[in-house]
Every structure is written in structure tokens, then in C-alpha cells.
């Protein structure tokens, strides 16, 4: 099974920052550039929800409330994408997920918790 992999979870304050990395494994490098990538979290209890994209041509969409404090990107020669997060929420703790559209390849999940 085909898995991306999410890296730069923690804890931290709220106000504070952290940036979340995914890579596609080698297995599937030749399919990174043309593919819209996603962010997804899921907080306890709650359905997972959509947080950002990333279009091949790097256009980009947000959730309502995280518009402004995060910002994805992406690196075709490096096949990552990032998540950069700013003025953390309690209510932005869950598990966050790399995901990759058209080929449904997902991450095993990183753990961003924010709190005093």
C-alpha cells in the first residue's frame, strides 16, 4: 500500500507556529507534479475536513478558518508539499493528513496538538 509521508507535528502554544512537511515516497515521484495535493485534519471526535489544496500550477484554496494563518506550497522537484501554520488554535489540534487527489494515496496521519 502507497503511502505519502507527513513529518513536523507537535505540540505548541496557542500563537505559535509549525510546518508540516509530506514526501511521496519514490514509488510514485513520477506522478507528484501533475496531481492536486490536499491537507486534511480530523480533530477527536469530528469528521475529517478539507483544510487546503494545491493545484499542479500552484493555485490554492483554504478552509474559512485557516484562510489568512496557513499557507500550503509545493516543491515538484522535491515532491513535497508543505503546510505552513500561523496563530495556532486550540481549535486547530487533530491529526493531520497529506492527501493525494486522483490517486486517493493518503499519509499515515501527523499529530498537531495546540495548547497551553
Known amino acids: 500500500q502507497v503511502r505519502l509521508v507527513e513529518s513536523g507535528g507537535g505540540l505548541v502554544q496557542p500563537g505559535g507556529s509549525l510546518r508540516l512537511t509530506c514526501a511521496a515516497p519514490?514509488?510514485?515521484?513520477?506522478?507528484?507534479?501533475?496531481?492536486?495535493m490536499a491537507w486534511y485534519r480530523q480533530a477527536p471526535g469530528k469528521q475529517r475536513e478539507l483544510v487546503a489544496t494545491?493545484?499542479?500550477?500552484?493555485?490554492?484554496d483554504y478552509a474559512e478558518s485557516v484562510k489568512g494563518r496557513f499557507t500550503i506550497s509545493r516543491d515538484n522537484s522535491r515532491k513535497t508539499v508543505s503546510l505552513q501554520m500561523r496563530s495556532l488554535k486550540p481549535d486547530d489540534t487533530g491529526v493531520y493528513y497529506c492527501?493525494?487527489?486522483?490517486?486517493?494515496?493518503w499519509g499515515q496521519g501527523t499529530q498537531v496538538t495546540v495548547s497551553s
Open positions: 492527501y493525494m487527489m486522483g490517486n486517493d494515496y
Open positions: 519514490r514509488a510514485i515521484t513520477s506522478t507528484f507534479s501533475p496531481k492536486t
Open positions: 494545491i493545484t499542479s500550477g500552484r493555485d490554492t
